[in-house]
């Protein structure tokens, strides 16, 4: 199975209160959920020309993590099908803590060909 980690402190720019998902300054869910979909790509061994885009995203944000707390995010392979990839992620604190758990899809994709049936905004 193909795994890769993150790993980043929380700093202010990263609470719920700086990325407006909450008013306390603690580790914001979208926050914790960008660090796991990153995890996610540096997971992914991909062709020339390709990347992954996200299309499905189950993650359980289990623990609070107040600034300076190292959090690593790890995402591992757990099915593909086709160009369809499923990983299962987690985000754990320096003492080991679960933060965060759960699922995410990303599908593979051709950069040029997904880009080209992308209408600019104002078109």
Known sequence: MDTASVTHTVNESDTAVAVGSGDLPVLGTPVVLAWC?????????????????GTRVDLEHLAASPIGTEVTATATVIHTDGRLVRFQVAALDAAGTLLASGEIRRVIVDRERFMSRISPVGD
């Not at 990153?38 to 992954?52: F, R």
């Open 37 to 53: 979909e990153e995890a996610t790509c540096a997971a992914l061994e991909l062709g020339p020309g390709q990347t992954s885009v």
